[in-house]
């Protein structure tokens, strides 16, 4: 298995605006794995439980996703309730039942070991630590995270942004671990604490990259069909790693690309709840709305001014 991830596999309850549905099929490994599987064969590492069903594994499966990584333990599957309201970049959780996960340590098949892509979804920092600890010579590393991990492991979670070459993370969680208002001083503050690169999503309004010596600035999409923004983060980084598993290029230019196909992807999955736009969604599709992307955010030079009295 060349690409893997680990995160949660979740049964989801979720209302917005447009809609409720209820115990579907979610979890950031989920999400993640769905949008890489457009680009590159994954393999998820995740527990769940005695109720998740047959066809779930059926449809993981059907998509080119190796399930062999998914551990079956006694108990329920991972439960997450929330809702949002008209502005979708914030999510309000109503419940979360850890159940089998919150016994999960990350156990990692002999052969997910030599994977060279590795994304460590959004999961117990401690679990993200012990999967990264087993893999024997990955030349790629991302994770993820939230709110939660930030105000109550945030020792362990130091240590997995330590150790990956992209940190992933929305706008509210960068600043509220960092404590800066600015987005660019909240990179430069991971830097200074030996983080490589960061990613950072705006959800509806686009993402931002740094280095410590380069910046990218990924355009929002015009979205005018979003239903339920659940996930959306989780796709982006699917979508990111998926391509450079695909494309196997790590160089600054294909990295940019990757952060359109990131967009590219949550774009998509917000159009419908939980898993269901990914369902249905085609490669042609894909690749227009890159196009798109690109289109929206190409612009030309100007001549240089001359000032007029
Ligand atoms: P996102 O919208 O990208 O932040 O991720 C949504 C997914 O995160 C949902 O499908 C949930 O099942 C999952 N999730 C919610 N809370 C947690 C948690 N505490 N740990 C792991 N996954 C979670």
Known sequence: MKAIIVGSIGLDTIETPFGIQKDILGGSAIHAALAASFFHRVGIIGVVGQDFTKEHFEFLESRQIDVSGIHRAVGETFKWSGFYEYDMNQAHTRETHLNVLGSFEGQVPESYRDAEFVFLANVDPDVQLTVLSKMRRPKFIASDTMNFWIGHKQEALWKVLQKVDFVLMN?????????????????????????????????EHGALYFSPNDHFSAPSFPQDGLKDPTGAGDSFAGGFMGYLAYTGDLTPGNIRRAIIIGSVMASFNVEDFGCGRMRRLREDEIYRRFEDFRRF?????????????
């Open 171 to 203: 706008d509210a969680e960068i600043r509220e671990l960092t404590k800066e208002a600015s987005l660019p001083l909240a990179a430069k503050k991971l830097f200074s604490r030996g983080v490589a690169n960061v990613i950072i999503k705006k959800g």
């Open 297 to 309: 955010s190409e612009f030309e030079q100007i001549e240089p001014l001359v000032t007029t009295s």
